[in-house]
Nanobody, 116 residues
Framework: QVQLVQSGGGLVQPGGSLRLSCAAS????????MGWYRQAPGKERELVATIASGGPTNYADSVQGRFTISRDNAKNTVYLQMNSLKSEDTAVYYC??????????WGRGTQVTVSS
């Protein structure tokens, strides 16, 4: 079974930066597409960014130009670099591994709070 261990959340001021990490175990990491999602209080979970096994990326319009998703296959880890953070970025962030089109594994989530 796949396990995803997240780290890097916390409190940051508007305009600041954070980097989230998600380390995978129990799978051949390099094969799988990965993604970051977030869920704010009272809102549905939404897609933030995805990265294919070979490196191509996609971003939600709301984070385009500010966030960067990357992966280090040697470390079985995916990252989300978040710059120019806004209060509306406040949410619990989850990483996801897509084993198939229908089978996904989720991290436990990490809180990101953007506040002055």
């Amino acid at each position: 079974q796949v396990q995803l261990v997240q780290s890097g959340g916390g409190l940051v001021q508007p305009g600041g930066s954070l980097r989230l990490s998600c380390a995978a175990s129990g799978s051949i990491f390099s094969i799988y597409p990965m993604g970051w999602y977030r869920q704010a209080p009272g809102k549905e979970r939404e897609l933030v960014a995805t990265i294919a096994s070979g490196g191509p990326t996609n971003y939600a319009d709301s984070v385009q130009g500010r966030f960067t998703i990357s992966r280090d296959n040697a470390k079985n880890t995916v990252y989300l670099q978040m710059n120019s953070l806004k209060s509306e970025d406040t949410a619990v962030y989850y990483c996801k591994l897509s084993a198939t089109m229908r089978l996904h594994y989720w991290g436990r989530g990490t809180q990101v709070t953007v506040s002055s």
